[in-house]
């Protein structure tokens, strides 16, 4: 794929209570080929928003995780790096 030069960012905030359903989130995101950067915050540079609203749906996360689309990511060169992308 060609990147658009548009990152898609998910953030999640998921109580210690439901450590399981943490878990299982990061490990999708993370199958996913998300990039983690602190712990409840993933970035992808392809268009993801289907998939992010089915993981969203099946472990019922409401407004516990946002779906983001950014411009610029300060500092993205670690970002870039990792999916072996170039400016669009």
Not at 60 to 86: C, P, S, T
Request: with cysteine; glycine share 4%; hydrophobic share 45%.
């Amino acid at each position: 794929k060609k990147w658009d030069g548009v990152w898609r960012i998910v953030f999640f905030d998921i109580p210690t209570s439901n450590h399981w359903k943490r878990g299982a989130l990061r490990e999708q995101l993370h199958i996913l080929n998300f990039y983690q950067l602190p712990k409840s915050v993933w970035v992808h540079p392809f268009d993801c928003e289907e998939i992010v609203t089915l993981i969203k749906s099946e472990h019922r996360l409401g407004q516990a995780m946002l779906y983001i689309i950014a411009d610029v990511v300060e500092n993205d060169g670690a970002l870039r790096k990792h999916f072996n992308l170039r400016h669009a």
